[in-house]
């Protein structure tokens, strides 16, 4: 076994003096950590590294002030990022730079259209995109619309016509029919005055009745009265002829 070695500053003269002591390490905002960079105590890790009392107390006055000056150089915002992966952080130039990038024009690497907004399009009968007009299908297609086209205005002026004989149609129809309300109207008056004028009939033929029994009871009242007073002048004529002669100029 090999023997145990002091390590003293003699004896080991490229170690450093730690700098990771600090008494006011909680007021700070950016802590320090020296730990894990391997560079600056690259030997503090193994356990047969003991100080002796002398050095100790020796780089602990001098490692205090060392420390305290470390601690307000690191309070600078540029000094925060201490013991973090330098590779992972960006530096504030470089981050200005990438927004001054992505806010100006776009580079066809990064996929960013450059095209813009435009007005709603509104429908019309151009075509939007070049269209061959000598090609033969285009030709058909045109024609074939232009047919479609003219059928469909003669269908809408055969509609305009149609619409117009059913307004006139429908103005014969709603005038027929207030002449048939005036007929009908009409024909219930005459039906009305019909049926008074049968009552006044009917009435008129009940008086003829007994007028008629009225005369007939007058001529068989007055055959009575000729047969009576022939009956008595017969009786007359044969008590005095001379009484009956005289009443011969009565009958």
């Known amino acids: 076994m090999s023997p145990k070695r002091n390590s003293t500053p003699d004896a080991d003269p490229t170690r450093k003096r730690p700098r990771h002591l600090c008494s006011n390490t909680a007021e700070s905002p950016c802590t320090v950590s020296v730990a894990k960079n391997p560079l600056e105590h690259p030997r503090d890790e193994r356990s047969g590294d003991i100080l002796p009392h002398s050095y100790s107390s020796h780089a602990k006055d001098v490692d205090t002030v060392e420390a305290s000056t470390i601690l307000k150089k690191n309070d600078a915002p540029e000094n925060c990022l201490v013991g973090l992966d330098s590779a992972k952080i960006a530096p504030k130039t470089t981050i200005e730079q990438w927004i001054g990038r992505v806010k100006g024009a776009a580079y066809p690497s990064e996929g960013i259209s450059t095209k813009r907004a435009s007005d709603v399009a509104v429908q019309t009968d151009v075509t939007t995109f070049p269209v061959d007009n000598s090609s033969v299908p285009y030709e058909k297609l045109s024609n074939r619309f232009a047919k479609v086209k003219s059928k469909c205005n003669e269908l809408y002026v055969s509609l305009d016509h149609a619409k117009l004989a059913s307004e006139a149609g429908w103005t014969k129809y709603w005038c027929a029919e207030a002449k048939c309300r005036e007929l ?23 008086e003829l009745d007994e007028v008629r029994e009225k005369l007939d009871d007058m001529i068989y009242v007055k055959e009575q009265a000729v047969s009576d007073a022939r009956y008595w002048q017969g009786k007359l004529a044969d008590s005095d002829p001379e009484v009956a002669d005289i009443y011969d100029d009565y009958t």
């Open 184 to 206: 009908r109207k009409a024909l219930s008056e005459s039906n009305k005055e019909l049926t008074e004028a049968r009552k006044a009939i009917a009435e008129t033929t009940k």
